[in-house]
């Protein structure tokens, strides 16, 4: 298993192009399911996860290629597929799920396997099951597969009104592609407003789905008979730039972040500047005009001038829970204590232990994490135990004295494109040891 190695102690000078986001590019990806017209998506990032849901498409019949430098892939699913996401698949990525809807839509029945647990929680995808369920799927959990049909008689979804007991965001995306080819109409009641949902759903409208509210809780869709094809390009990964704005308050530096748009961070950047950092949103209020409009200026003198932020991870637009491990490790060292509230997953304090042996002091009390600032890190050698614990260890590296050794990476890239190039593009002493 590869390994990062991290020299910590240098300030972060220079730019960085923010790719596109993972979790657009996924579901997108399964939106090509929906038409057997060409769908090509540009600035989709390199990553170990997109690799993964293209195998998963490729198994089920899907034609897709590759092109060009900018992140280009395009698909093309043929009215003869294999609608099945086997279980050697779907356990490497819960993302899979998002096949359900759009096999469902267009073909009329999935043989999908249950996700199981991941590292953060359980994650059922019961609420996945109802709201297709309520649009008239018949769906049983057999030997760990969905197994999902339409009733006899019937050759399309029908349009229901789906409230969920929570709000989720891969059952809002699978409601709203399952939607646009059923018969009438859908309303998504608790809809999730991350602009990943907003991407899906501006990228559905381009193949002909009648969508409004998307965004906001409450989402309406006119169901169509057929879609047709469309290029789009991927929404910027605001996580990614997220996690690039802590590192930079953390390490100190002055950093341009290329492709990002602020206005999908508000809540991330508030706290940072209530922290101390200076963040200049470029490129418009709104985020208009696609990812090469935007960018995102931030400076700071490092974690030592900054001061420690509480918060609590909710639905978007609040605190989001992907930002939570790498917001931590700057408080781990910024001046003062903290209290992080963990409300979306039963288990993302993972990091915590891994942080712990870096020099850091934390307290877990259930889903509250109480943090004191510490005058310094120091290297050690720790594990990545899932995709945002991971970028959480790379920022306490960088600011730790000495060396951070990073074991399990493949969790990190799962979800980043190029972390260590991007990072050592800036000035960190940071490389990847092969094994
Ligand atoms: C998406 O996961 C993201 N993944 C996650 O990002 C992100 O952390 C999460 O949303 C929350 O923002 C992708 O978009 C591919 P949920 P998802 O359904 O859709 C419970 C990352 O780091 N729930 O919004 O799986 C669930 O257990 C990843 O990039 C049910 O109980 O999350 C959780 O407590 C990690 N039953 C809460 O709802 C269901 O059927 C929110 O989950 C569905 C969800």
Not at 98 to 111: C, D, E, I, N, V
Not at 126 to 134: N, P, R, S, V
Not at 250 to 270: K, P, S
């Given at each position: 298993m590869d390994k990062l190695l991290i020299r910590g102690g240098r300030?972060?000078?220079?730019?960085?192009?923010?790719?596109?986001?993972?979790?657009?590019?996924?579901?997108?990806?399964?939106?090509?399911?929906?038409?057997?017209?060409?769908?090509?998506?540009?600035?989709?990032?390199?990553?170990?996860?997109?690799?993964?849901?293209?195998?998963l498409l490729?198994?089920?019949?899907?034609?897709?290629?590759?092109?060009?430098?900018?992140?280009?892939?395009?698909?093309?699913?043929p009215d003869s597929i294999n609608p099945e996401a086997p279980y050697e698949l779907v356990k490497t990525m819960r993302a899979s799920v998002l096949a359900l809807g759009p096999l469902l839509a267009r073909f009329g029945r999935a043989k999908v396997s249950l996700p199981g647990g991941c590292a953060i929680g359980s994650r059922p995808v019961d609420q996945h099951i109802k709201g297709l369920q309520a649009m008239g799927a018949e769906i049983d959990v057999e030997h760990g597969y969905m197994l999902a049909r339409l009733p006899p008689g019937r050759t399309r979804l029908k349009g229901a009104r789906i409230a969920t007991d929570m709000i989720t965001v891969t059952g809002t995306e699978n409601f709203l592609m399952a939607a646009a080819l059923a018969e009438g109409e859908?309303?998504?009641?608790?809809?999730?407003?991350?602009?990943?949902?907003?991407?899906?759903?501006?990228?559905?409208?381009?193949?002909?789905?009648?969508?409004?509210?998307?965004?906001?809780?409450?989402?309406?869709?006119?169901?169509?008979?057929?879609?047709?094809?469309?290029?789009?390009?991927?929404?910027?990964?605001?996580?990614?730039?997220?996690?690039?704005?802590?590192?930079?308050?953390?390490?100190?530096?002055d950093v341009m972040l290329r492709h990002a748009c602020a206005h999908h961070?508000?809540?991330?950047?508030?706290?940072l500047r209530e922290a101390g950092a200076e963040v200049e949103a470029l490129g418009g209020p709104?985020?208009?005009?696609?990812?090469?409009?935007?960018?995102?200026?931030?400076?700071?003198?490092?974690?030592?001038?900054?001061?420690?932020?509480?918060?609590?991870?909710?639905?978007?637009?609040?605190?989001?829970?992907?930002?939570?491990?790498?917001?931590m490790a700057l408080n781990c060292v910024a001046k003062g204590s903290s209290m992080v509230t963990e409300t979306i997953?039963?288990?993302?304090?993972?990091?915590?232990?891994?942080?712990?042996?870096?020099?850091?002091?934390?307290?877990?009390?259930?889903?509250?994490?109480?943090?004191?600032?510490?005058?310094?890190?120091?290297?050690?050698?720790?594990?990545?135990?899932?995709?945002?614990?991971?970028?959480?260890?790379?920022?306490?590296?960088?600011?730790?004295?000495?060396?951070?050794?990073?074991?399990?990476?493949?969790?990190?890239?799962?979800?980043y494109d190029q972390m260590e190039e991007k990072l050592r593009g800036i000035g960190a002493d940071i490389e990847r040891i092969k094994s």
């Amino acid at each position: 298993m590869d390994k990062l190695l991290i020299r910590g102690g240098r300030p972060l000078q220079g730019e960085v192009l923010i790719s596109g986001a993972k979790n657009a590019a996924l579901p997108e990806m399964c939106a090509a399911l929906l038409t057997n017209e060409p769908v090509t998506l540009l600035n989709v990032p390199r990553l170990q996860d997109v690799r993964t849901m293209r195998k998963l498409l490729d198994n089920m019949g899907c034609v897709t290629e590759t092109h060009g430098d900018r992140g280009g892939m395009s698909f093309r699913a043929p009215d003869s597929i294999n609608p099945e996401a086997p279980y050697e698949l779907v356990k490497t990525m819960r993302a899979s799920v998002l096949a359900l809807g759009p096999l469902l839509a267009r073909f009329g029945r999935a043989k999908v396997s249950l996700p199981g647990g991941c590292a953060i929680g359980s994650r059922p995808v019961d609420q996945h099951i109802k709201g297709l369920q309520a649009m008239g799927a018949e769906i049983d959990v057999e030997h760990g597969y969905m197994l999902a049909r339409l009733p006899p008689g019937r050759t399309r979804l029908k349009g229901a009104r789906i409230a969920t007991d929570m709000i989720t965001v891969t059952g809002t995306e699978n409601f709203l592609m399952a939607a646009a080819l059923a018969e009438g109409e859908t309303i998504l009641e608790n809809a999730a407003q991350e602009p990943e949902i907003s991407d899906l759903a501006e990228m559905l409208i381009k193949m002909g789905a009648r969508i409004e509210g998307h965004g906001s809780s409450r989402i309406r869709i006119e169901g169509v008979e057929r879609l047709h094809g469309c290029t789009h390009e991927v929404v910027a990964d605001r996580i990614e730039a997220g996690t690039f704005l802590c590192a930079v308050a953390a390490t100190g530096g002055d950093v341009m972040l290329r492709h990002a748009c602020a206005h999908h961070l508000d809540a991330v950047i508030e706290k940072l500047r209530e922290a101390g950092a200076e963040v200049e949103a470029l490129g418009g209020p709104d985020c208009e005009g696609g990812p090469k409009a935007h960018a995102i200026h931030v400076r700071s003198l490092g974690a030592r001038a900054m001061q420690a932020q509480s918060f609590r991870t909710s639905e978007y637009p609040a605190f989001p829970t992907d930002m939570q491990a790498q917001f931590m490790a700057l408080n781990c060292v910024a001046k003062g204590s903290s209290m992080v509230t963990e409300t979306i997953f039963e288990n993302r304090f993972m990091h915590v232990n891994e942080l712990t042996r870096l020099g850091a002091a934390i307290h877990v009390d259930g889903r509250v994490a109480m943090i004191d600032g510490v005058q310094k890190l120091s290297g050690a050698t720790v594990m990545a135990t899932d995709l945002r614990a991971s970028a959480s260890l790379v920022i306490a590296g960088l600011v730790a004295e000495g060396e951070t050794l990073i074991d399990r990476i493949y969790h990190l890239d799962r979800g980043y494109d190029q972390m260590e190039e991007k990072l050592r593009g800036i000035g960190a002493d940071i490389e990847r040891i092969k094994s």
